[in-house]
């Protein structure tokens, strides 16, 4: 069956430092999604990506589509303390009979 | 108001006993969700459900039935409960099918605590 895979599975940084998470699926997908969630809470959709080698921004995240549309990252520019959670990569495959989430990458920010 | 409820909150309760947890969602999607988060933070989706269909049944124990009533409500029942089945449970709902443009909302989350 389709998965999907994330690494770093924890990652700590300092304040300002930036922090690059990696979503690799075993299957093409229709759409990556990514998701953050802050302890103790659920999940919130950050963004969607569709096309292949899609790149698209929003403040100090980066998000991309790999050219074969199975694999994706997200960078943070300059951490701060509010970036502090569990970031997912979610995707579906073409028929949408498989949505799997990523393991997720934790990420503490030292102020 | 909220737009993906879920009650309860917290649940604790004995093992083998029968359970129910209901979803509600006043977004007007057409696409709910159940998931499994477990004490490592894996998100695993059990059920969906597209204006009242079944679409994605995952591989979990015949215990767990969902019920979609109407597209607005996707509840989970839980029967003879078993110490695995500790884990947050969360709703979730999109306007769409998982394939398609589909950001989904989630709900705060049932904390189920089999003792």
């Known amino acids: 069956g389709q998965q999907v895979m994330q690494i770093p599975q924890y990652q700590h940084v300092q304040e300002g430092e930036d922090f690059t998470t990696y979503c690799n699926s075993s299957?093409?997908?229709?759409?990556i999604q990514w998701y953050k969630q802050r302890p103790g809470g659920h999940p919130v959709f950050l963004i969607q990506l569709v096309k292949s080698g899609e790149v698209k921004k929003q403040k100090r995240l980066t998000f991309q589509f790999g050219e074969a549309k199975k694999n994706s990252s997200l960078h943070i520019t300059a951490t701060q303390t509010t970036d502090v959670g569990t970031y997912f990569c979610a995707g579906a495959d073409n028929y949408g009979q498989n949505f799997v989430f990523g393991p997720g990458t934790r990420l503490s920010v030292l102020p | 108001d909220t737009a993906v409820s879920q009650t309860p909150k917290y649940l604790v309760t004995q093992m083998g006993n029968d359970k129910s947890i209901k979803c509600e969602q006043n977004l007007g999607h057409d696409t709910m969700y159940w998931y499994k988060q477990d004490s490592k933070k894996f998100l695993k989706i059990m059920f969906s459900y597209n204006n009242k269909e079944l679409i994605i049944n995952e591989t979990v124990p015949n215990r767990f039935s969902p019920k979609s009533p109407d597209k607005a409500h996707l509840n989970l029942h839980i029967n003879s409960l078993e110490l695995g089945d500790s884990a947050v449970y969360f709703c979730?709902?999109?306007?769409?099918?998982?394939?398609?443009?589909?950001?989904?909302?989630f709900g705060p989350g049932t904390r189920l605590t089999v003792l």
């Open positions: 979730a709902s999109s306007l769409r099918r998982p394939q398609d443009y589909n950001e989904q909302f």
């Open positions: 299957t093409t997908l229709s759409n």
